[in-house]
């Protein structure tokens, strides 16, 4: 039986900080405030996988009260989010990622966020879809406060045909 989940996730740009997206640092004079590394992309990745399973979202699972998660590399919530999928006896598919953000220019990077991406979850580049939307200079992606992104995850049972 096939389950899908929805990721969402937004952070504000902030200076002195490297940004990170999808496990890939991106050269720009801002990075994003939060407590981890501010990772939005694998945050709504992790919630899409969390979705997909019925168990919460990452706030829940790693919240930005506990110490342990300070500048906190994001990968490693992949990686849990990977071992509770693991559990449900399910297997990634594939994901479906998209991030909004006026600035920096993402092109130039989503090979490297496929790649990311793929090892984090041992599947396929292409079964990873990276893709990037300024937001026409609309409100406040659009003004540059902060970017957001959008992650859907596809599960099948881990026994089924490859
Ligand atoms: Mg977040």
Redesign the pocket.
Known sequence: MARVGLGY?S?RFCAGRPLMLGGVRIPHDKGLA?H?D?D?LL?ALVDAMLGAIGAGD?GEIFPDTDPRWKDADSAQFVQHALSLVRSAGLRISNCDLTIITQSPKIGPHKADIRARVSELLSIGVSAVGVKAKTNEHMGWIGAGEGLAALAVVCLEDADAGA
């Open positions: 996730d952070h939060g981890s501010a939005a945050h990452i």
